[in-house]
């Protein structure tokens, strides 16, 4: 079985600048969420994926956004990057019609604005 | 919003018990979930339980829930060195959205 797979592991970014994250899902998993961890803090929702249509937002602006594509892996893109953006993006996957079907995570992407 | 809180550090000697503790604001929480997390790396599903339940034992894991007072325990049994990790609780009612506490920082002394 293979497991939530995210690139790149580390990335630095200027402000202003627009990146793009990637993650695989776990093989069996049809839904792909994004979390940004800041340093010291638990992770937030930013948004999640089903069937290539996102299912959810959380407190984020819509310069976040994202894709998944038909073999469930999925992208997430930051523009006009911020300081604050600086943190770690977890993607994890789970199977969506399995009523809270637990969410296995990726090893994430460190980003870092300057 | 939902709110999960836990306390910030935990400290103990190897082949104790180790017992985390985590609040939360929602009632209508359906399942209560704890991961762990080591430097470096993403979360890792510890263990998970269903609300209508009160405890649930998984090796050297139990989870206990209060749901009257909306809170939930992990206690981890013969604490070893390779359990020192940030554990954190989290809560999901739709199942789309998981809201996680800002983890317990567990250290486990030789």
């Known amino acids: 079985e293979t497991g939530v797979t995210q690139s790149p592991t580390h990335l630095i970014k200027t402000r202003g600048q627009q990146v793009t994250l990637r993650c695989s899902s776990q093989?069996?998993?049809?839904?792909v969420s994004w979390y940004q961890q800041a340093l010291g803090q638990g992770p937030q929702f930013i948004f999640q994926y089903y069937r290539e249509e996102e299912n959810g937002r959380g407190n984020f602006p819509p310069r976040f956004s994202g894709l998944q594509f038909p073999n469930y892996s999925s992208e997430l893109n930051v523009n006009a990057l911020e300081l604050d953006d600086s943190a770690l993006y977890l993607c994890?996957?789970?199977?969506?019609?399995?009523?809270?079907?637990?969410?296995?995570f990726g090893n994430g992407t460190r980003l870092t604005v300057t | 919003g939902e709110d999960v809180e836990q306390s910030l550090f935990l400290s103990v000697r190897e082949g104790d018990s180790s017992v985390i503790n985590c609040t939360y604001t929602d009632s209508s929480s359906t399942y209560l979930y704890w991961y762990k997390q080591e430097p470096g790396a993403g979360l890792q599903l510890l263990t998970y339980i269903f609300s209508n339940m009160d405890m649930k034992q998984d090796q050297r894991l139990t989870v206990l829930l209060n749901k009257k007072d909306k809170h939930l325990s992990l206690r981890i049994a013969d604490t070893q060195t390779g359990d020192s990790a940030i554990y954190f609780c989290?809560?999901?009612?739709?199942?789309?959205?998981?809201?996680f506490g800002t983890g317990t920082s567990l250290t486990v002394i030789p």
């Open positions: 093989s069996g998993h049809n839904t």
């Open positions: 994890a996957s789970s199977l969506g019609q399995v009523p809270n079907s637990p969410l296995h």
């Open positions: 989290a809560e999901t009612t739709t199942g789309n959205q998981f809201y």
